[in-house]
């Protein structure tokens, strides 16, 4: 005889609990309203135009082109002109550069179907002369553009030099008659000349603020007096010394002209003593700091020491100093004596002479110095502490390194750390030359 298995049923609250839970989720996800919401939420070809756009220019270029691939409406968002407002082309030669290039195809996309959307330009070139005539022909292309802004940087040597004038004058002119609106262009080292300025002038005299041009050796001084002339809006200009002159500083200073607010100037020798360097008059200085007062005058200095003849022998209103080569006691010490406007002073090397004496006149009589930069110099401990303690807690920058400063009978290398910190008012340490 079979026997019947009775069901026992179990009355464990936990348990029914568990089941209900399960329950409840399989329904909801399993449901049409669960189905359907959980498509809306991954559905991303419904998202707004404007969401997929703020995304898409968070990302790469070669990411952003992948992504238009997914979908139609993707596609267009790539194509929207905000999306192309800023480009940069990389140019580089496989067998010059580890770098990547933007794509022929992308290239010539951006051309038939972008150039007028571009504002801000840049093109990035590698050391070879093909990257630079590229740049070139692409600019050459730009007929029905409207760029605000221009730049041109050789990330290696400055391979458009390699270009000839008559190719790179006339790319450049394209985009000179066809913007109308420049604003800003860097253009450093580059075979640019005086009449390609005068086209710039000629289409862009009312929206050039800023124009950065150091290394151009075919543009005189009457090329850039044409711009400085022209161009009342321009407001940050940087260029070589050897093209400023007092005529340019009094265009600066016109009543027609907005107050400058950047002044770069790069005083460069690669040939000791082949270059004479003028001298800049004392009332043509006076007359750009009475106009624009908060100018910032920067130079850059990469003299040999037999040079610096001609600078700083009267007052100077310079702000910003940089000798990237040897600079002697001497100069130095005309520093101290003429530049009251100083706010930054690096110098790389001086030589085997205590520069003491100099930085205690830079430090009572450049009342605005906030940052220092030492590289091969010597200071003795005192001398140093010195100059700390009358520049007190306005030095916001200082940089030395240990091997600069030179014990003395008064300190040591130990305590000079705790003396200057207590003159800044913060924790300082010099700096320490690299063991590897």
Same mark, same amino acid.
């Given at each position: ?119 801000? =330009?840049?093109? /990035?070139?590698? !050391? *070879? ?7 070139? $022909?692409?600019? &050459?292309?730009? @007929? ?32 000179? =008659?066809?913007? /109308?609106?420049? !604003? *800003? ?7 640019? $000349?005086?009449? &390609?300025?005068? @086209? ?237």
């Amino acid at each position: 005889m079979k026997r019947i298995r009775q069901t026992v049923k179990t009355e464990n609250p936990i348990l029914q609990a568990s089941q209900r839970s399960k329950k409840q989720k399989t329904f909801f996800y399993g449901s049409s309203f669960g189905k359907s919401h959980l498509q809306t939420l991954m559905d991303w070809g419904t998202l707004p135009l404007h969401v997929v756009l703020h995304i898409f220019q968070f990302l790469p270029l070669v990411d952003r082109a992948r992504a238009s691939s997914v979908c139609r409406r993707w596609n267009e968002v790539f194509h929207i002109p905000d999306l192309w407002r800023k480009f940069e082309f990389e140019l580089n030669q496989p067998a010059t550069s580890y770098l990547k290039s933007t794509h022929p195809d992308l290239i010539q996309q951006i051309i038939k179907r972008h150039a007028d959307d571009l504002q801000y =330009v840049s093109f /990035k070139v590698d !050391s *070879s002369t093909e990257s630079a005539e590229a740049a070139c $022909d692409i600019l &050459s292309q730009l @007929v029905n553009c409207s760029i605000k802004t221009l730049g041109l940087i050789s990330t290696a040597k400055p391979s458009f030099m390699n270009v000839s004038k008559a190719h790179f004058a006339s790319a450049l002119t394209v985009v000179f =008659v066809n913007s /109308k609106s420049l !604003s *800003s262009i860097r253009i450093d080292d580059t075979p640019v $000349d005086d009449p &390609s300025l005068k @086209v710039l002038v000629a289409n862009n005299s009312d929206t050039l603020k800023l124009l950065k041009m150091s290394s151009c050796p075919h543009v005189s001084p009457a090329g850039i007096l044409c711009v400085a002339d022209q161009c009342h809006g321009l407001r940050e200009l940087a260029l070589n010394y050897y093209i400023l002159s007092d005529e340019l500083l009094l265009a600066l200073s016109s009543e027609k002209h907005v107050n400058l607010e950047h002044l770069r100037i790069d005083v460069v020798s690669e040939n000791p003593g082949q270059i004479e360097f003028h001298t800049i008059k004392k009332q043509s200085w006076d007359a750009l700091v009475k106009h624009s007062p908060k100018v910032n005058i920067v130079m850059y200095f990469f003299l040999y020491e037999e040079e610096f003849d001609a600078f700083f022998r009267e007052e100077t209103p310079v702000t910003h100093l940089y000798f990237g080569r040897a600079v002697s006691k001497a100069m130095l010490g005309r520093i101290g004596m003429n530049c009251p406007r100083l706010i930054e002073l690096v110098v790389c090397a001086n030589g085997l002479q205590p520069l003491d004496d100099e930085l205690i006149c830079i430090a009572e009589r450049c009342k605005n110095l906030t940052a220092m930069g030492l590289g091969e110099c010597e200071v003795t401990c005192r001398g140093f502490i010195e100059f700390v303690k009358m520049c007190g807690g306005r030095l916001t920058q200082l940089s030395i390194m240990e091997e600069v400063l030179i014990p003395d009978n008064d300190y040591n290398l130990d305590q000079i750390h705790s003396e200057v910190s207590k003159h800044l008012g913060r924790m300082w340490f010099p700096d320490m030359m690299p063991t590897w």
